[in-house]
């Protein structure tokens, strides 16, 4: 079985500032990671993924997570945030054995960009 | 390329009805996951179906019950409705099922279900 924890459930941040969202996860067998955004009122989008390979991923619009796996950590960062970039982001994870992809997700974060 | 959709957008249901949540997965994908996301909290796996069986379940009791269609719609009824059962449902598709691989599920918008 797998679970996941996102440490901050806001995060509240000026316009420009570095961000990073935490994410740990607790998993008896190897995962997939991920990393979700959902705006007011809308469905799931993905942000970025890590399946295998580099443990640094990123997403087009400037985000990035690094998997640990010694510290079962997948935290999100970005360098510079915009104020468009606010949103309910959750953490997700999937045994690489499971049924299908069945997805755990955390309770998620709210980020709050500031002007 | 049609994404997923999802009806109704909203529902407002009293204690003890019965309720039909309907999927349209995304053209080409076969397999049709369902979640549960209640107010502040991340989704939870209810259910998935893959090539119209039931292909994995999530802690949920057995008045959720679902139905995949031949053209891989699918639909989510809820029995006995209770005030916890309010919450966004949503609707992922992939296009594969099956252990040993990972395909991205798509998700839709969701269905707003309120229970009075």
């Known amino acids: 079985a797998q679970s996941v924890t996102q440490l901050d459930s806001q995060v509240p941040v000026f316009e420009e500032a570095p961000v990073e969202l935490r994410c740990n996860y607790s998993s008896s067998v190897s995962v997939y990671l991920f990393w979700y955004v959902q705006y007011p009122n809308q469905g799931l989008q993905l942000l970025l993924k890590?399946?295998?390979?580099?443990?640094l991923v990123e997403s087009i619009n400037g985000f990035e997570a690094e998997f640990n796996k010694s510290q079962t950590s997948f935290h999100l960062r970005k360098p510079s945030v915009h104020i468009s970039d606010t949103a309910e982001y959750f953490c997700?994870?999937?045994?690489?054995?499971?049924?299908?992809?069945?997805?755990?997700f955390g309770q998620g974060t709210e980020l709050s960009v500031k002007p | 390329e049609t994404g997923v959709t999802q009806s109704p957008t909203h529902l407002i249901k009293t204690r003890g009805q019965q309720v039909t949540l309907r999927c349209s997965s995304q053209s080409g994908h076969n397999t049709v996951s369902w979640y549960q996301q209640a107010l502040g909290q991340g989704p939870q796996f209810i259910f998935q179906?893959?090539?119209?069986?039931?292909?994995g379940r999530g802690n949920f009791p057995p008045r959720f019950s679902g139905l995949q269609f031949p053209n891989y719609s699918s639909e989510l009824n809820v029995n006995a409705l209770e005030l916890d059962d309010s919450a966004l449902y949503l609707c992922a598709s992939s296009s594969e099922g099956g252990a040993h691989s990972y395909n991205e599920q798509f998700f839709g918008p969701g269905t707003r279900l309120t229970v009075l």
């Open positions: 997700a994870v999937s045994g690489i054995y499971n049924q299908g992809g069945k997805l755990i």
């Open positions: 179906y893959y090539r119209e069986e039931e292909n």
């Open positions: 890590y399946l295998s390979g580099s443990t």
